[in-house]
């Protein structure tokens, strides 16, 4: 009788212990999904700032290129008379407004990069559960035998 005992018990335990897992996994399941729901929530207004960064980068260097496109203009109009200054003027301020649309354009564009959008936190806390679920995986094999 003693011997008929020892079967449910240990049968009742791996239940209970295959029980709580499944809760733990459910559990587990929800967690990341939420964060990983937070973190595209960031990564995607991120993206948005880089966005509106390179449309400001790109309206700036449509001022300096009308800008450049005037400065052509006054050269073409001064090839006759000899005064020069209106279009070296316009010139250069083309030039200054196109260097900075340009560098305003990079740093869009850096935001934008792949890495910066990868949800790296929910990579590590999945790789953290991956481990520790294959080290309660090793305990419970440990326990049935």
């Given at each position: 009788m003693d011997s008929d005992n020892k079967p449910t018990s240990q049968s009742s335990s791996v239940?209970?212990?295959?029980?709580?897992?499944?809760q733990e996994i459910s559990s587990l399941v929800r967690n990341e999904a939420a964060l990983a729901k937070t973190e595209m929530t960031e990564k995607t207004h991120q993206a948005m700032g880089a966005i509106a960064s390179i449309a400001m980068a790109g309206a700036?260097?449509?001022?300096?290129?009308l800008t450049l496109l005037a400065a052509l203009?006054?050269?073409l109009n001064e090839v006759l008379p000899p005064d020069t200054t209106p279009w070296l003027s316009a010139l250069i301020v083309g030039v200054v407004?196109?260097?900075?649309?340009?560098m305003m354009?990079?740093?869009g564009q850096k935001k934008l990069q792949a890495r910066n959008l990868m949800p790296s936190r929910t990579m590590h806390s999945l790789?953290?559960?991956k481990t520790t679920a294959q080290q309660h995986r090793?305990?419970?094999k440990e326990e049935l035998k």
């Open positions: 239940g209970s212990l295959l029980s709580t897992v499944m700036v260097l449509l001022g300096g290129f203009v006054f050269l407004v196109t260097i900075i649309g340009v354009l990079k740093a790789q953290s559960d090793h305990n419970v």
